[in-house]
């Protein structure tokens, strides 16, 4: 059976285009990178843009020759004419969801928060929805509502020009002297902002997210965990999750970075190419219990048993990269918890001191 995902588009032109406009250096919006992204997702079988045409005159002539169809909205009072194409385009996704079933996938182009109810609908509908949007006009709200967000800018093919460098001023030559009637003050140049270019991704950050993930999917999930459904599960915890954010060219790729690094273990699974993901059992977890154990005992050796509060401190004085997190364990506790069962460590709650105490095992 076919499981190709079939994808409807809807445009908010007026949102893209102006986004893209006075917010990536004045460039023109272009469906092109959009429509390869979708084409690595599925097949796009609708495709509908919304706007008032007669400011778009060029933009339109793109859009024909991508054979999207133009629904066009041709009020001219401001705000109306906005509401009017958005409710135009809710009401026809929304027929869309009920009269064409075999449509799995909702794409809306816009990064207006005023369709965050249009991708509850449709999610309710069991169909997925992708976002699609610039990032610097995009609302808060709309990526966490949707299976994945896209941002414009970040797109394989969005080339943002920069901005235009300030002319320096030739050197002044010498002064001449004019009636002073004659001077008129010259307004100061206002100084161009600084681009500052978006950092890249930190790989610890990464790191700490794939371990968590992982380990919760091992808790909760029945069977192993594959790399399509921990991807899944990654764009659910942050529908703008995207591995070329932190350098790679394919989720892959990312994979194998981290089983480099010991932060997963990766083996064959059932379908090619889609590997079994699994946390290491040794190496650097057992490495933490070592290290989380001569803390102890240190710390034990002059004052006893040793409080939970405070100790991840004393570790981190020791080992400044330390990270329960990046082990999979999403906080202090939970780690000393697997120590001690481990037997790194011994570990026992005190009503007096109203804490978690620490010790060297009762063996040693």
């Not at 002319?167 to 004659?182: D, G, T």
């Not at 890249?200 to 992982?214: H, Y």
């Not at 048993?305 to 990046?326: C, I, M, T, W």
């Amino acid at each position: 059976m076919d499981q190709e995902e079939r994808i409807a588009v809807f445009l908010d032109y007026e949102n893209l285009a102006i986004g893209a406009r006075d917010h990536l250096g004045g460039m023109t919006f272009d469906l092109r990178p959009v429509a390869d992204a979708l084409a690595e997702r599925g097949r796009v079988v609708v495709r509908r843009a919304y706007a008032d045409w007669s400011y778009f005159d060029e933009d339109r002539r793109m859009l024909t020759r991508s054979h999207v169809e133009l629904i066009d909205i041709p009020q001219k009072m401001g705000a109306s004419r906005k509401n009017a194409a958005d409710i135009k385009m809710v009401v026809d996704a929304l027929e869309l969801a009920f009269e064409r079933e075999y449509i799995s996938t909702f794409v809306l182009c816009t990064g207006d928060s005023d369709f965050t109810p249009l991708v509850h609908k449709l999610r309710e509908l069991n169909k997925r929805v992708i976002g699609v949007g610039v990032e610097r006009t995009t609302s808060a709200l709309l990526p966490p509502a949707c299976d994945e967000f896209l941002f414009y800018d970040r797109l394989d093919g969005v080339e943002v020009p920069p901005s235009r460098p300030r002319r320096s001023r030739p050197a002044a030559a010498a002064p001449v002297l004019v009636p002073a009637k004659a001077v008129e003050p010259v307004p100061a140049e206002p100084a161009p902002e600084p681009v500052v270019d978006a950092p890249a991704r930190d790989l610890d950050t990464l790191a700490t997210l794939v371990a968590q993930t992982v380990s919760g999917m091992q808790r909760s999930a029945s069977g192993t965990v594959t790399a399509s459904t921990l991807k899944r599960t990654l764009l659910r915890k942050d529908p703008t999750f995207n591995e070329a954010d932190y350098g790679f060219r394919a989720f892959g790729e990312m994979l194998r970075h981290l089983a480099g690094t010991n932060v997963v273990e990766l083996s064959d699974g059932q379908a090619k190419g889609d590997p079994e993901i699994s946390l290491p059992e040794h190496g650097d977890r057992e490495a933490a219990f070592g290290l989380l154990h001569n803390v102890v005992a240190d710390l034990a050796a002059g004052n006893g048993a040793v409080a939970l509060s405070g100790l991840k401190n004393q570790v981190r004085k020791v080992a400044p990269d330390f990270s329960e997190k990046k082990l999979g364990y999403r906080s202090f506790l939970q780690f000393a918890k697997a120590a001690a069962t481990g037997g790194a460590i011994d570990l026992a709650w005190s009503a007096d001191a109203d804490d978690y105490l620490l010790t060297p095992p009762a063996d040693e």
